[in-house]
């Protein structure tokens, strides 16, 4: 392949309505989701369950939010790294983002529209909702065919149980250039699955003992049009120790990562020290 040519990423069908675990549709998807995964680190994901007019509506509501004055939106505050207000930063002048932790649960979701809205804007809280609600069915088919592929789907339940979403809303200003410029530089998740929906596995990477790994990208933009877009962050929860299972630890792959607490390793990679392109091998790899 030229090596100027534009990498396409695989893309995966998660429409189909036989597409139920033990079937063969299913086995299928598996095993392009782990090849797509170990050869990219990414895949991109055709998913039919959200309607219309839901994304039209999520849309909408982005673009009402992001209008807010910039003291309101300021007031979205979080204790945790880059979950709250993000914009107005010298080296990323065309990004802003605004977290929503828990954005499945409506409660959630309302009480975070309040922050913006005091008296309340229920139409902007029930279609943040909805629509997290329906890409959490696509993140959680995606890791149990993960767990399948590496023959760990004991651990299921414990894996679902032990994480919570993050929803990011984003906004890319147009540069009002001809060239492109870098709306957000290269980096990785430091999550478990990151889907990014229109306009990834870090955390897994431990948990799997380095069997996946997370991969770099970047937005770039050009022209004088804004760009919206959606990511749905899997989160572990505070307090839930990150350990890969011992089927996944043998001579052949000896342990990568010491069991570490999610929250406190976000302390570390957000801090000075822990800026390192391997965060996660700098702050709890095993020394072989």
């Given at each position: 392949?030229?090596?100027?040519?534009?990498?396409?990423?695989?893309?995966?069908?998660?429409?189909?309505?036989?597409?139920?675990?033990?079937?063969?549709?299913?086995?299928?998807?598996?095993?392009?989701?782990?090849?797509?995964?170990?050869h990219y680190g990414c895949f991109e994901a055709l998913f039919d369950k959200i309607p219309l007019e839901t994304r039209?509506?999520?849309?909408?509501?982005?673009?009402?939010?992001?209008?807010?004055?910039?003291?309101?939106?300021?007031?979205?505050?979080?204790?945790?790294?880059?979950?709250?207000?993000?914009?107005?930063?010298?080296?990323?002048?065309?990004?802003?983002?605004?977290?929503?932790?828990?954005?499945?649960?409506?409660?959630?979701?309302?009480?975070?529209?309040?922050?913006?809205?005091?008296?309340?804007?229920?139409?902007?809280?029930?279609?943040?909702?909805?629509?997290?609600?329906?890409?959490?069915?696509?993140?959680?088919?995606?890791?149990?065919?993960?767990?399948?592929?590496?023959?760990?789907?004991?651990?299921?339940?414990?894996?679902?149980?032990?994480?919570?979403?993050?929803?990011?809303?984003?906004?890319?200003?147009?540069?009002?250039?001809?060239?492109?410029?870098?709306?957000?530089?290269?980096?990785?998740?430091?999550?478990?699955?990151?889907?990014?929906?229109?306009?990834?596995?870090?955390?897994?990477?431990?948990?799997?003992?380095?069997r996946l790994k997370a991969t770099y990208h970047r937005v770039m933009m050009s022209g004088d049009k804004p760009r919206?877009?959606?990511?749905?962050?899997?989160?572990?929860?505070?307090?839930?120790?990150?350990?890969?299972?011992?089927?996944?630890?043998?001579?052949?792959?000896?342990?990568?990562?010491?069991?570490?607490?999610?929250?406190?390793?976000?302390?570390?990679?957000?801090?000075?020290?822990?800026?390192?392109?391997?965060?996660?091998?700098?702050?709890?790899g095993v020394q072989h």
């Amino acid at each position: 392949m030229d090596s100027q040519s534009p990498l396409k990423l695989p893309v995966i069908d998660f429409t189909k309505p036989e597409l139920k675990p033990g079937t063969p549709e299913w086995d299928l998807a598996k095993g392009q989701v782990q090849q797509a995964l170990q050869h990219y680190g990414c895949f991109e994901a055709l998913f039919d369950k959200i309607p219309l007019e839901t994304r039209e509506a999520v849309f909408g509501a982005m673009e009402e939010l992001f209008d807010l004055p910039l003291q309101i939106k300021s007031r979205n505050v979080s204790e945790i790294p880059y979950h709250g207000y993000i914009g107005q930063h010298p080296k990323i002048p065309l990004f802003e983002s605004i977290g929503f932790d828990d954005a499945d649960v409506i409660e959630k979701a309302e009480a975070q529209t309040r922050t913006f809205w005091p008296q309340g804007n229920p139409s902007f809280s029930k279609t943040i909702q909805s629509f997290t609600k329906q890409l959490t069915e696509l993140d959680q088919m995606i890791r149990r065919m993960i767990l399948e592929s590496f023959q760990v789907e004991k651990y299921v339940d414990e894996h679902m149980d032990s994480t919570g979403y993050l929803l990011k809303v984003m906004k890319y200003e147009g540069p009002k250039t001809s060239g492109t410029q870098v709306g957000l530089g290269a980096h990785t998740d430091q999550d478990v699955v990151t889907i990014l929906y229109q306009n990834e596995v870090n955390g897994l990477e431990a948990w799997l003992n380095g069997r996946l790994k997370a991969t770099y990208h970047r937005v770039m933009m050009s022209g004088d049009k804004p760009r919206y877009s959606l990511g749905l962050f899997t989160i572990p929860k505070a307090g839930y120790m990150i350990k890969a299972p011992e089927e996944l630890v043998d001579e052949a792959h000896p342990l990568l990562y010491n069991p570490f607490d999610y929250a406190q390793f976000l302390g570390f990679y957000f801090s000075n020290e822990g800026r390192y392109q391997s965060g996660l091998k700098a702050y709890c790899g095993v020394q072989h």
